[in-house]
C-alpha cells in the first residue's frame, strides 16, 4: 500500500490583513503532500468576512482539505455559517463527525471537531456541582462520544483525528499548566485510544510542543503555527519513503 | 499605587475580550510602573494594536512590547511515523 504525506497545520488565525499571506505558503503542496489537515483557529474573530478569507485562502489546492473549527471560530456565534462558507469552497469540514478521503486508492480516514477543555487525568474538572461547571464536562463527554462513534464508523486504511483542543499534557509543555483544563481533556484521548487511529492532530497550545502520545500509543502532533513555524508540517504514515 | 497583580490581570483580559485583538497567547508582566508583554503573533500591524489596548487598559505605565514576529517559513523535512 502506498504510504500517505499528511500535511497538517492549525491556529492560522487568518483575517483581512493576512489575505493572501497564506496562500504563498502553501502553492506546490501538491508537491508535498496528499491531503492538508487544519486543526482550527483557521480566524481571529469568527467573523463571516474572516470565514470567507480563510475559505479564498485553502480553496482550490489540487489536494484535499479537511479542517475543524476553533474556539476563536466560535467567538462571534457563527460558527455554522463558518462552516457552510468553508463547506460551499471544497473545503471538507468535520463538526463531531468522520469522512473518508481517497488517495490513489488509500482510504484515509478522518474524525473529528474543535474538541473542548476539561484537563487530564487527575487533575480534571467533573460533572459534578453548579450547572455551568456540570455543562462544561458534559460539553467535552459528549464530543468525546461522538468522536468514538465516528472512529468506529469509518471504513479506511488509516485513521486520523483532527481536533483544536489537546488530548494529551505532552503537547502542552511550555504552556502554564493553569490553564491546561482549558487546553485539552483526556476525554479525546481515551476517545481515540478506544477505536485506534494512526496519528491525533491538533492546536490550541501555541506555546506548547510538537510531539507527544496518548495513553495508548497513539503519536499526537500539536501544528499550532507559532510551534512548528513552518506553514505546514508533513507527517508520512505507513511507508519508509515519501 | 494599584497592585501590579491586577493591573496585569486586567490587561490581559482586555487582550483577550477586545475586538481588536482577542489575542489569548499574550503574557503580562508588570514591576511597579512597567508593563512588559510578550509572546507571539503573526504581523506588526496585530503587535501595534495589542500595545494600543494594553495601554488603554494600563493608563500612566510604561509600556515595553516585546512581542516577536512569527516567521511562517516554507515546509521543512517530513516526519515519518
Redesign the interface.
Known amino acids: 500500500m502506498r504510504e500517505l ?1 499528511i ?1 497538517a497545520v492549525a491556529d492560522i ?1 487568518l483575517g483581512e ?2 489575505r493572501g ?2 496562500r504563498k ?1 502553501i502553492e506546490g ?1 501538491e508537491r ?1 503532500a496528499d491531503v492538508l489537515l487544519v486543526g482550527g483557529d483557521l480566524t ?2 469568527g467573523t463571516i468576512p474572516e470565514g470567507r478569507v480563510v475559505a479564498e485562502e485553502l480553496s482550490g489546492l489540487p489536494i484535499p482539505v479537511v479542517a475543524v473549527l476553533g474556539n ?1 471560530d466560535y ?1 462571534s456565534d457563527r460558527n455554522q455559517e463558518i462552516i457552510d462558507l468553508l463547506r460551499d469552497a471544497g473545503i471538507i469540514v468535520l463538526d463531531d463527525e468522520g469522512a473518508v478521503v481517497s488517495i490513489d486508492g488509500v482510504r484515509l480516514g478522518v474524525a473529528g471537531g474543535k474538541g473542548f477543555g476539561g484537563g487530564f487525568a487527575g487533575k480534571c474538572a467533573s460533572e459534578f456541582g453548579e450547572p455551568e461547571t456540570k455543562a462544561f464536562v458534559r460539553h467535552t463527554k459528549e464530543i468525546a462520544e461522538r468522536w468514538r462513534r465516528a472512529l468506529k464508523d469509518l471504513d479506511a486504511d488509516h485513521k486520523i483525528v483532527l481536533s483544536h483542543y489537546s488530548p494529551v499534557k505532552d503537547t502542552l509543555m511550555g504552556e502554564p499548566p493553569e490553564i491546561y483544563p482549558f487546553l485539552g481533556s483526556y476525554m479525546l484521548a481515551e476517545a481515540a485510544d478506544a477505536e485506534g487511529a ?2 491525533f492532530i491538533h492546536g490550541h497550545a ?2 506548547g510542543t510538537e510531539k507527544g502520545v496518548t495513553p495508548g500509543g497513539i ?1 499526537v502532533r500539536n501544528v499550532a ?2 510551534v512548528i ?9 505507513n ?2 519513503h ?1 | 499605587m494599584e497592585t501590579p497583580h491586577y493591573v496585569a490581570a486586567r490587561v490581559q483580559r482586555a487582550l483577550a475580550e477586545d475586538e481588536r485583538t482577542t489575542e489569548l497567547g499574550i503574557r503580562v508582566d508588570v514591576r511597579g510602573e512597567e508593563v512588559y508583554l510578550r509572546g507571539q503573533v503573526s504581523c506588526d500591524e496585530r503587535r501595534h494594536q495589542i500595545e494600543n489596548v494594553a495601554r488603554e487598559a494600563a493608563p500612566g505605565l510604561r509600556l515595553h512590547n516585546e512581542i516577536t514576529l512569527v516567521e511562517v517559513r516554507e515546509p521543512g523535512e517530513e516526519e515519518h511515523l
Do not use: E, N, Q, S
Not at chain 1, 513555524?229 to 504514515?237: E, G, M, P, R, S
Open positions: 504525506r500535511a488565525h490583513d493576512l499571506h497564506y505558503k503542496i508535498r481571529r474573530h476563536h467567538h494512526d496519528l501555541h506555546a503519536r503555527l507559532p513555524k513552518h506553514a505546514y508540517t508533513v507527517y508520512c504514515l511507508g519508509d515519501c
